[in-house]
């Protein structure tokens, strides 16, 4: 008996193993004997050309406005502007189109004033329609302008039309040349109370002018502006500076506010809709120092000003101390669980024991786009354009914009920067130690003026390749971006949670986040802004650090690795692992460096795209350093910002 194999026996086996090969053979021999018919081509019966049918033309019966232009009414001597005329052509067959163009105008002229009618041309068919071309005086003026003024003010009216007249009347009703209701204005207009005076001028040959209105009131002087004694802001800080008038109905011709100084403190006025209301402006801190702001308020009856002393303090002022300290950096295995759940891969969080041996200062907000401005010059755009695909980390060449100024558009709203790359947070640590006297932390090509890098906005895979070489120079005291380590261990401060107000729980009053998707755990929904908001708006953690979670995600110095769920239980098996470096003030790793996998610089913390989960404070990714996030799907929550730090 032959033994059996996985329950065959191997005679049977065999059997099969021949039937294969006799059938193999028998194949073979049957497509080497059996001739292939070989047939001469057919040509195809050849068809007589068909001619087309002659389509008879259309005739034009009838074509009309469809839409007037957009100007109509014309001043002598303008010419003919036919931006929005649109013509309906109806043709004998009963159909009709619409043209924009391909039309003849005639007619028109604008050296008499009066109705002008422009004829159509097209197709052989005219059509027509009426412009009015006037020749107006000019408006009358009054003086003082309408507003606030006392009893017995003297209000007089002019036009710059020579040897027009003004009619006016004080009612509020409509003037008109030798009305009942109206008088020719020969003498000044005295006011002894409330009056709206409306005026137009008139000349033989011309046409009215429009209509001048000015409403004058009573008023009532400004005894006192109550306005702070004093007033900070930090650099780049937009802050609003509010005044209350006395008494609340005073009134308000004119309001000026003005800096000594707008090297350290820029103005942009504010708004009062109504007596009563607070008065304000708004204030953008330019540089450190000391300025006096100013306002003044010409009430009708005279002129009252107040002024406040404003300190700016540099960046420093917004640095928080962090003491050295252990912790369990990483992801413990409850919330692993709730992360998966909630669709998170938490591959690259393996916890484990980080010993941070000295201190540091850490922002206790994310860099804003006023600051980034001040500092750089200029807003870098997430636009983006490459000679190849973007999600291409080496990319040939890659060209990016300017975003518009938010500083001289007085855009006051102290948003973070948002949508710049790693490259971009780097320039800004240097510029910003520079400007402070600083010793900058970062070094490209020898040099830690930005002045001699590559052009960060048109650059080639040479130049990118000099920028991720930066080298941070030990011992300088500049501004510099967090370390992995340092970043998860200021945001967890103390706590060992998901989040660090001490629960695995997030809600949308808590964090700028997409609360509307993938809720983590047993955490409420909520609301999506998709949009960013203004830092230091949610609660700050125990050591009084804003924006951990959401709003936008930030850059960390290291080059990312990949911490799997390693279990380390001996030096030796550290030791085997050649991670030696990730337990004592872990820095990352050189870039040339193939200790594991990894793909770009690390990113912390999601922006407000990310949903709970992708949101934690061990969560941790990489993105290439040229990345801004602007490619990415917004719900990933790759809306890249920074914080910076500084080393003790």
Same mark, same amino acid.
């Given at each position: 008996m032959h033994k059996p194999i996985n329950g065959i026996h191997s005679r049977r086996l065999y059997f099969l193993a021949g039937i294969f090969m006799a059938s193999a053979l028998a194949l073979a021999a049957c497509k080497q004997e059996v001739p292939i018919p070989v047939h001469p081509p057919v040509e195809p019966p050849v068809e007589p050309p068909v001619e087309p049918p002659i389509k008879p033309e259309k005739?034009?019966?009838?074509i009309e406005m469809w839409r007037q232009p957009w100007k109509m009414n014309y001043i002598i001597g303008e010419v003919f502007d036919p931006a929005g005329l649109t013509i309906r052509v109806s043709y004998d067959d009963g159909s009709w189109e619409i043209i924009t163009k391909s039309y003849t105008l005639e007619g028109f002229s604008s050296e008499a004033i009066g109705p002008i009618t422009i004829t159509i041309s097209y197709g052989g068919v005219t059509g027509s329609f009426t412009v009015t071309v006037v020749n107006p005086a000019a408006a009358p003026t009054s003086s003082p302008t309408a507003g606030p003024v006392t009893t017995g003010t003297v209000i007089s009216l002019e036009t710059v039309t020579s040897g027009a007249e003004i009619w006016y009347t004080v009612d509020g009703s409509e003037p008109e040349q030798d009305g009942t209701a109206s008088a020719k204005y020969t003498a000044p207009i005295i006011f002894n109370g409330t009056v709206t005076v409306r005026a137009i001028a008139v000349k033989e040959g011309m046409t009215p002018s429009a209509v001048l209105n000015a409403a004058y009131i009573p008023a009532v002087p400004v005894s006192k502006i109550d306005l702070a004694q004093s007033h900070s802001a930090y650099l780049g800080e937009w802050t609003e500076l509010v005044s209350v008038l006395s008494p609340a109905n005073a009134t308000m011709r004119a309001v000026r506010w003005t800096s000594s100084d707008e090297g350290v403190i820029r103005v942009w006025p504010g708004t009062q809709s109504k007596p009563g209301d607070a008065l304000g402006c708004n204030l953008l801190a330019m540089g450190k120092g000391t300025a006096i702001v100013t306002v003044e308020v010409e009430d009708g009856a005279g002129l009252t000003e107040s002024s406040v002393e404003v300190t700016v303090s540099g960046y420093d002022s917004l640095m928080v101390a962090v003491a050295p300290g252990t912790f369990m950096m990483g992801v413990p295995l409850q919330?692993?669980?709730?992360a998966a759940v909630s669709g998170d891969n938490t591959m690259d969080e393996g916890q =484990?024991?980080? $010993?941070?041996?000295?201190?540091?200062?850490?922002?206790?907000?994310l860099?804003?786009?006023?600051?980034?401005?001040l500092v750089v010059g200029y807003l870098p755009s997430g636009n983006s354009t490459y000679e190849i695909e973007p999600s291409n980390i080496d990319c040939t060449i890659r060209e990016r914009e300017k975003r518009p100024s938010v500083i001289e558009n007085g855009m006051g709203s102290n948003l973070p920067v948002c949508y710049v790359n790693w490259y971009d947070a780097v320039l800004f640590c240097n510029r910003l130690s520079m400007r402070e006297g600083l010793d900058p932390v970062y070094s490209i090509k020898g040099s830690t003026d930005p002045a001699d890098w590559p052009d960060i906005f048109r650059f080639e895979v040479k130049d990118k390749n000099e920028w991720d070489c930066a080298v941070w120079i030990d011992g300088a005291n500049g501004y510099r971006l967090p370390t992995d380590a340092e970043w998860e261990y200021a945001c967890r401060a103390g706590t060992t949670t998901a989040f660090?107000?001490? $629960?695995?729980?997030?809600?949308d009053d808590l964090a700028n986040f997409n609360a509307?998707?993938?809720?983590?755990?047993?955490?409420?929904?909520?609301?999506?802004?998709?949009? $960013?908001?203004?830092?230091?708006?949610?609660?700050?953690?125990?050591?009084?650090l804003y924006d951990f979670h959401g709003n936008v995600a930030e850059w960390c110095w290291d080059w990312h690795i990949i911490f799997f769920w390693y279990t380390f239980e001996s030096p030796q098996e550290i030791k085997n692992h050649g991670v030696e470096?990730?337990?004592?003030?872990?820095?990352?790793? =050189? =870039?040339?460096?193939?200790?594991?996998?990894?793909?770009?610089?690390?990113?912390r913390g999601r922006g407000f795209g990310g949903y709970g989960a992708a949101v934690r404070s061990a969560q941790r990714r990489g993105l290439g350093p040229h990345d801004c996030g602007e490619f990415k799907s917004p719900h990933l929550g790759y809306q890249m910002g920074f914080r910076v730090a500084r080393s003790e």
């Open positions: 005739a034009v019966v009838s919330e692993r669980r709730l =484990h024991e980080v $010993t941070l041996t000295k201190g540091y200062n850490i922002a206790k907000y860099v804003t786009e006023a600051q980034y401005e660090n107000w001490g $629960t695995d729980q997030i809600s509307s998707t993938m809720p983590f755990g047993s955490s409420p929904g909520g609301k999506y802004l998709g949009a $960013t908001t203004p830092v230091g708006a949610y609660p700050p953690n125990a050591w009084g470096w990730a337990f004592v003030d872990p820095k990352g790793f =050189h =870039h040339n460096e193939s200790l594991a996998p990894f793909y770009g610089r690390v990113i």
